[in-house]
């Protein structure tokens, strides 16, 4: 294909992506390093209120934004280098914090406190994810032919379901007097509160998370299943492996492309966690990164939104991505390079 | 087929695999079916302490909304024969020569079997049982407390019709432009084996990974203040990108590009070169080649792409909620308004009819393409 005629089927996309990716990348990077704000003036203000005798005046100093002709408040941009990083970062308080050596003020930071439930949450939900879907499709292979069409109907709901519906229907399980919470509660005789308990939240929020994934897994594991090869299974039958070690020297090498491939995925898609903030409403006890930034973005009660400090926080966001994707990256490229 | 001695498994692990099967299903679906429940029933059923009250409704009941075993059978017989009408007649009447046309016939076709569903279920099984209540005594007593109050408070008292427009305008948008814009890209990047085509694609996997709120951090300013940007370039009439449905569809698709692109591709790899080969003999240029040989046998994917298109855009809360004003959103950040204003457990119980009306269309997206759906996830995985 020549180059014009390649050009003209991939122009449209790469026009989009460079307009509203690869550009507003370059906006975060150039806003993370200033401020825009509101210019304010300190005007003298008389108020005079009516006395008994002589009126009795105040003269107050008051500050007040810049308006424009049009009425609008005149802003300036400043550079202000790494400071909204620092602020992002804690600024005094971690300087402090890790003077003292006190890592529990250190992740009483925004910043860190993000970060130390983004990372646990995706390196913890992971194992659950790849073991309940292996194990859902090994039993589903298993399954009568009949009623595997259901099954996997069934299974598809969880992953296909509006994540922040999703979050909400095993809030609602939980939350306040929740049917499962009532149960628990009889059954170990304890009175529960899950709302206000922060591990009890961070649970719930994983759980939702393997809830959530496992049937992807289950569907990539079960299509590598099919095309496991029958003549090494039956040759391990007759070498005397039983059923553990089939699946262990013989399927799991087997689906092992798979397994990498869910892996990545997984990570990409825990990392950039959010709708659980959302749907758990855990704001007050655990955050991650997507939803720091999130938060800086909405406008305050004064309508302001802090643009900068956003900035700032996606981009410590993506370094992360950058370390998640550096080792599949360098293998793609050598296999291009070889291939 | 037999299947060999040494294959067969023994009871204890049939049983144990069974269980463990049933065990996830109930897993998976129990959150769903229980809100369904709770989301009939008056607030004070939906939020008690037993399950078995929950299902039953009996302060419902007492309200005066129930259904009788009468009620309960003619609506099951209802929904079971317009499934089976369904499958069995309607289907293969969508048949037709040419893409367009069979889109069109699925459409009346899905629009004709709605307007008969809800006659049969609202107007002739109420008109049907109602004497047949009244003569049947104890059978045509209600047994099941039910009511729709909440649906009718969300949807009529709420207007949540608006927010339904615009995630139809959102969702409707983004996979009509995202598909264009990204078969044209997955067949030239598939018949390309330059290095560019390489890098365009891993460029394109590096943004795939990158969290929504990056590029909404990127946009909000620009879209914000768009009037004044564009006020050299489009005089007076430059539009405030902000609360726009057109910029939100532009950014999900975009976003969504990278994704699509991939996915387009592997499809597009899958169709043997010589097809546009033997084409290009004939004398078509690149472009008739995909258009008239190759589109016609790319259907499949492209519907594949189509689905998991109208799931970002249907599922996005993250992008709706910061590019659209609070007064006018899609479904999803819509429902966040009732879970956050719940003062009283009615108010809860409505957020929940609300979280059951979005997740219906999605139920009936993969009872009908289930197929598709499983060919789509596998798709990326197989090909890498």
């Known amino acids: 294909m020549k180059f014009k005629t390649f050009a003209m089927f991939v122009g449209p996309s790469i026009l989009l992506m460079l307009v509203f990716i690869a550009f507003p990348l370059v906006t975060v990077l150039v806003n993370s390093f200033q401020v825009t704000q509101p210019i304010f003036t300190t005007q003298t203000v008389e108020t005079c209120t009516p006395g008994f005798v002589t009126q009795t005046c105040t003269t107050s100093v008051k500050t007040v934004p810049v308006l424009d002709e049009a009425g609008n408040t005149v802003t300036t941009t400043r550079w202000v280098g790494l400071s909204s990083y620092a602020n992002v970062l804690g600024g005094d308080r971690l300087t402090r914090a890790l003077s003292n050596w006190d890592i529990g003020a250190v992740l009483r930071i925004d910043f860190w406190k993000a970060l130390r439930f983004t990372l646990t949450f995706t390196l913890i939900t992971l194992p659950f994810v790849l073991a309940l879907g292996l194990a859902v499709a090994v039993v589903v292979n298993n399954a009568a032919r009949s009623i595997k069409g259901p099954v996997i109907f069934v299974s598809l709901l969880p992953f296909i379901i509006t994540p922040v519906i999703g979050a909400l229907s095993i809030r609602w399980l939980f939350y306040g007097d929740g049917i499962v919470t009532i149960w628990l509660e009889a059954l170990f005789s304890t009175d529960l509160a899950v709302a206000a308990n922060g591990w009890a939240v961070e649970f719930l929020m994983m759980f939702y998370r393997v809830w959530h994934v496992a049937p992807f897994a289950f569907v990539i594991f079960y299509a590598g299943l099919q095309t496991v090869n029958q003549d090494t299974l039956e040759s391990a039958v007759i070498d005397g492996a039983s059923r553990w070690e089939r699946l262990r020297y013989v399927v799991i090498p087997h689906l092992m492309p798979l397994i990498v491939f869910i892996t990545l995925i997984h990570l990409m898609d825990a990392y950039r966690a959010f709708e659980e903030v959302i749907g758990f409403s855990s704001q007050s006890h655990r955050i991650t990164l997507q939803y720091l930034t999130y938060d800086f973005l909405q406008p305050d009660d004064a309508g302001n939104r802090q643009i900068s400090s956003a900035s700032a926080s996606a981009m410590l966001t993506m370094i992360g991505v950058v370390i998640l994707l550096a080792a599949p990256l360098r293998r793609t490229w050598r296999d291009h390079r070889g291939g | ?384």
């Open chain 2, 1 to 384: 087929m037999s299947i060999p001695q040494a294959m067969r498994q023994p009871p204890s692990l049939k049983l144990a695999s069974n269980l463990f099967l049933l065990f996830w299903l109930i897993l998976a679906a129990f959150p769903l079916v229980w809100i369904l429940a709770m989301s009939f029933k008056s607030p004070v059923d939906a939020f008690s302490a037993s399950a078995w009250d929950v299902l039953r409704g009996p302060r419902t009941l007492s309200d005066g909304h129930g259904l009788s075993v009468v009620d309960i059978v003619l609506g099951v017989a209802v929904i079971w024969l317009s499934i089976k009408a369904g499958t069995r007649w309607l289907v293969p009447m969508a048949a037709g020569e040419g893409t367009l046309q069979r889109i069109f016939s699925w459409a009346v076709i899905a629009l004709g079997f709605a307007l008969l569903f809800i006659i049969g279920f609202f107007v002739i099984v109420p008109w049907v049982a109602e004497p047949l209540n009244a003569s049947l005594g104890p059978l045509g007593r209600p047994v099941l407390g039910l009511t729709t109050q909440h649906y009718e408070s969300v949807w009529i008292d709420n207007a949540f019709y608006e927010n339904l427009q615009n995630s139809m305008i959102v969702t409707f948008g983004v996979v009509t432009v995202s598909l264009t814009v990204g078969t044209l890209a997955g067949y030239g990047l598939a018949r390309s084996g330059s290095t560019l085509a390489f890098w365009i694609l891993i460029i394109a996997l590096i943004f795939r990974a990158l969290p929504h709120s990056v590029l909404v951090a990127g946009y909000l300013p620009v879209f914000i203040n768009s009037a004044e940007i564009l006020r050299p370039i489009l005089g007076d009439n430059a539009p405030t990108l902000y609360g726009q449905p057109l910029a939100v569809i532009a950014v999900l698709v975009s976003i969504n590009q990278p994704f699509t692109i991939w996915m387009l591709r592997s499809f597009f790899q899958s169709i043997p070169v010589d097809l546009d080969e033997s084409a290009r003999v004939d004398g078509c240029t690149h472009f008739q080649a995909f258009r008239w040989v190759i589109m016609p046998v790319m259907w499949p994917g492209v519907i594949t792409t189509g689905l998991f298109s109208f799931l970002l855009a249907y599922n996005d809360f993250l992008v709706a909620s910061l590019l659209l004003d609070a007064s006018n959103q899609t479904m999803v950040p819509a429902i966040v308004g009732y879970f956050n204003r719940e003062t009283t457990t009615t108010d809860q119980v409505e957020a929940i009819a609300a979280a059951v009306s979005i997740t219906a269309p999605l139920f009936l997206l993969v009872m009908i393409f289930q197929r598709q759906i499983v060919s789509g996830l596998t798709a990326g995985a197989v090909k890498g």
